[in-house]
Nanobody, 120 residues
């Protein structure tokens, strides 16, 4: 019904930057909230950043000042600009969206994940 396709992951050196993208496609009315979660080896999955339909944002304390989340509603896409990347940022990043699939029904969807590797 709804698919989330992520891109932009890869290998970067400490202090470098990456921009992740997540595009939603399929049949839906609108997207309520979009966000990025990450899970590093041996650690729990955590919310990195989230943005709602009114462009209100939430960030994990560990990424405040370094990451910026934004969305382009015309493209049904959410972005995560990651600057000054640190080795502890290394994880699989998953896109999430709460999607209004019918006028009275909203559902949660997840992307397949994209690997972010931060290493010198």
């Amino acid at each position: 019904q709804v698919q989330l396709v992520e891109s932009g992951g890869g290998l970067v050196q400490p202090g470098g930057s990456l921009r992740l993208s997540c595009a939603a496609s399929g049949s839906f009315v609108s997207i309520n909230t979009m966000g990025w979660y990450r899970q590093a080896p041996g650690k729990q999955r955590e919310l990195v950043a989230r943005i709602n339909s009114g462009d209100s944002t939430t960030y994990a304390d560990s990424v405040k000042g370094r990451f910026t989340i934004s969305r382009d509603n015309a493209k049904n896409t959410v972005y995560l600009q990651m600057n000054n990347l640190k080795p502890e940022d290394m994880a699989v990043f998953h896109c999430h969206a709460n999607v209004k699939v019918r006028f009275t029904v909203s559902r949660d969807y997840w992307g397949q994940g994209t690997q972010v590797t931060v290493s010198s």
